[in-house]
C-alpha cells in the first residue's frame, strides 16, 4: 500500500525492492507481481498460459508507466507453478511472446510439487 499510482484502478505491483549500488547515490527500485499457474480441477494448457502471461505482462508494464513515488528500473513476475510440467508450458509460450511484452519484465517459475498449496483458501482441501 505505499505504492502511489497516478490513476487508480489500473493494474498494480505487488511489492517494490529498492537497492543502491556501492559508491552510488542512485536509489534502483525493482518491481515485484506475483501470480501462479494454476488450473483447477483440470489439465493446465498453452491457452491458460497465453492468457495468464498476457494479461500479467501487459500489467506490470501498465503498472511500471502508472506509478509515481519511485523510478522502476525493472520488474518481476514471479509465477508460482505446481509442477514442472506446468513451469514448461509456461517457459514455452513465454519464448514465443512478442517483444512488447517481454521487454522489461523477468519472469521467474517457481514449482511448488504441492497442489494444495497453490489453491485459495477457500479452495484449500486441507486445513492448516
Given at each position: 500500500?505505499?505504492?502511489?499510482?497516478?490513476?487508480?484502478?489500473?493494474?498494480?505491483?505487488?511489492?517494490?525492492?529498492?537497492?543502491?549500488?556501492?559508491?552510488?547515490?542512485?536509489?534502483?527500485?525493482?518491481?515485484?507481481?506475483?501470480?501462479?499457474?494454476?488450473?483447477?480441477?483440470?489439465?493446465?494448457?498453452?491457452?491458460?498460459?497465453?492468457?495468464?502471461?498476457?494479461?500479467?505482462?501487459?500489467?506490470?508494464?501498465?503498472?511500471?508507466?502508472?506509478?509515481?513515488?519511485?523510478?522502476?528500473?525493472?520488474?518481476?513476475?514471479?509465477?508460482?507453478c505446481p509442477s514442472g510440467k506446468?513451469?514448461?508450458?509456461?517457459?514455452?509460450?513465454?519464448?514465443k511472446l512478442s517483444k512488447d511484452?517481454?521487454?522489461?519484465?523477468?519472469?521467474?517459475?517457481?514449482?511448488?510439487?504441492?497442489?494444495?498449496?497453490?489453491?485459495?483458501?477457500?479452495?484449500?482441501?486441507?486445513q492448516l
Open positions: 500500500m505505499e505504492i502511489n499510482y497516478f490513476f487508480m484502478n489500473q493494474p498494480m505491483t505487488d511489492y517494490l525492492v529498492s537497492f543502491r549500488r556501492p559508491n552510488y547515490s542512485t536509489i534502483f527500485s525493482i518491481g515485484v507481481s506475483v501470480t501462479r499457474a494454476f488450473a483447477y480441477h483440470r489439465r493446465y494448457t498453452k491457452h491458460d498460459a497465453y492468457r495468464l502471461l498476457t494479461k500479467k505482462l501487459s500489467g506490470v508494464n501498465s503498472s511500471t508507466r502508472n506509478i509515481v513515488n519511485a523510478r522502476i528500473w525493472k520488474q518481476i513476475l514471479h509465477i508460482w506446468v513451469a514448461n508450458i509456461v517457459r514455452k509460450v513465454y519464448s511484452y517481454t521487454s522489461n519484465t523477468i519472469v521467474m517459475l517457481t514449482v511448488v510439487n504441492c497442489d494444495w498449496e497453490l489453491q485459495s483458501c477457500g479452495e484449500s482441501k486441507r
